[in-house]
């Protein structure tokens, strides 16, 4: 079945620093979603990707959707304290087909 | 008030007990699903719902039923729960089809002893 992967599990970086995780599917997608999961909280949507190619920012985080349609990039630029949290990715193959979800990748963030 | 509310929010349970978590929203969407996580496994579906009368199994539903009592309520049952099945649980709403955004609500922690 579909397989959507996210590597590492865990990251840690520098207030300041920038970071940047990768989603990677097994098969070619539709679209793609970016969730952010506070710690003790639920997951709330960050935004979903649909064209190849296609780029879209958010303040400090920049969101990419690979040309072949099987991988996404989460950029996020001079971390804050308020990035910390899980971020998973989740790819839907069109139309009536299930989300699935990555493991995520959950940030911390030394001040 | 939450858009997604779910009950209980934690429950602590025996073996072989039979558990429901409810889930209502006022969103008006008619989709709904239940999420299962864990840690290291990420968010996986359990059933999910494209209106009242549709009913689909997701990726780890043996050991888990469900019912779509109305457009706004979707409720998940444990028939004999048993300790590997201790997770936090979401159910989430959406609007348009499997692949719009999903609204979540705030989880249901349970533990089975």
């Known amino acids: 079945g579909q397989q959507v992967m996210q590597i590492p599990q865990y990251q840690h970086v520098q207030e300041g620093e920038d970071f940047t995780t990768y989603c990677n599917s097994s098969?070619?997608?539709?679209?793609i979603q970016w969730y952010k999961q506070r710690p003790g909280g639920h997951p709330v949507f960050l935004i979903q990707l649909v064209k190849s190619g296609e780029v879209k920012k958010q303040k400090r985080l920049t969101f990419q959707f690979g040309e072949a349609k099987k991988n996404s990039s989460l950029h996020i630029t001079a971390t804050q304290t308020t990035d910390v949290g899980t971020y998973f990715c989740a790819g839907g193959r069109g139309a009536n087909s299930k989300l699935t979800f990555g493991k995520g990748i959950t940030l911390s963030v030394r001040p | 008030d939450a858009d997604v509310t779910q009950t209980p929010r934690n429950r602590i349970t025996k073996t072989g007990k039979r558990i429901m978590l409810e889930c209502s929203q006022t969103k008006g969407h008619d989709r709904m699903y239940w999420y299962r996580q864990d840690p290291g496994l990420g968010l996986r579906l359990i059933y999910y719902s494209f209106d009242v009368k549709d009913i689909n199994k997701g990726e780890i539903s043996d050991g888990y039923s469900v019912s779509r009592q109305a457009q706004a309520k979707f409720s998940l049952s444990l028939e004999s729960a048993i300790p590997n099945q201790t997770a936090l649980y979401f159910c989430?709403?959406?609007?348009?089809?499997?692949?719009?955004?999903?609204?979540f609500g705030e989880g249901s922690r349970l533990t089975v002893l």
């Open positions: 989430a709403t959406s609007d348009y089809d499997l692949a719009g955004e999903l609204f």
């Open positions: 098969t070619t997608l539709s679209n």
